[in-house]
């Protein structure tokens, strides 16, 4: 099955700096979504992105299916984006999201 | 609009017995995902029902089943609950298909004795 990779595991950081996720695929996808899980265990959906490009304020992100990665950029980082962030993805071949392990970041005033 | 939800928030259960776990999905989706989240083993899908149907299920025991409703709502029933059954269970909602944006529910903390 398609295997999802991320890195850095760990990120720490001061508020206002700038930090770059980001997740390997094995397989083409048809569905890609990066969360971010908070202390609390809510996964709030950030993007959907199978392909391209797309911004939500100090948020984007940037899938290149071809090659078979995606990017989740995250600017003047906050104390609130601390938490685990996922990158997840199904294939053609599967009928199910399939979760990589996950950026724990955390970021320190 | 409202989310997805849940209930209950905690359920604490004791070796053998069954659990019962609810999903409400956002209006208007019709396919409900059920995710496990236990320490130390990440996201790993459960099961997803559409239109009442079990459309797929994960690598879990057949004591793990569930079913949807004609309201699209689901339960997760867990039968002969062992201790690694502990873990946050997540509901997730969608239009119909795994191609869809998927929306998480605030889960259910299982708490296995």
């Known amino acids: 099955g398609i295997q999802v990779e991320q890195s850095p595991p760990d990120l720490i950081l001061q508020e206002g700096a700038n930090s770059t996720l980001r997740c390997n695929f094995s397989d083409s996808v048809n569905n890609l979504q990066w969360f971010h899980q908070n202390p609390w265990g809510q996964l709030i959906n950030l993007f959907y992105?199978?392909?391209g490009t797309k911004q939500n304020g100090r948020l984007s992100a940037t899938t290149v299916a071809t090659e078979r990665y995606s990017l989740l950029y995250i600017s003047s980082s906050q104390t609130t984006d601390s938490g685990v962030y996922f990158c997840?993805?199904?294939?053609?071949?599967?009928?199910?999201?399939?979760f990589g392990t996950g950026t724990r970041l955390q970021v320190f005033p | 609009e409202a989310g997805v939800t849940q209930s209950p928030t905690h359920l604490i259960k004791t070796r053998g017995q069954q659990a019962t776990l609810r999903c409400s999905p956002i209006?208007?989706?019709?396919?409900v995902y059920w995710y496990q989240q236990a320490l130390g083993l990440g996201l790993q899908f459960l099961l997803w029902?559409?239109?009442?149907?079990?459309?797929n299920r994960g690598n879990f025991p057949p004591r793990f089943s569930g079913r949807q409703f004609p309201n699209y709502s689901s339960e997760l029933n867990v039968n002969a609950l062992e201790l690694e059954d502990s873990a946050l269970y997540l509901c997730?909602?969608?239009?119909?298909?795994?191609?869809?944006?998927?929306?998480f529910g605030p889960g259910t903390r299982l708490l296995v004795l």
């Open positions: 997730a909602s969608s239009l119909e298909g795994v191609r869809e944006t998927q929306y």
């Open positions: 992105i199978p392909s």
């Open positions: 209006s208007g989706h019709t396919s």
């Open positions: 029902y559409d239109e009442g149907e079990e459309r």
């Open positions: 997840a993805v199904s294939s053609y071949n599967t009928d199910k999201l399939i």
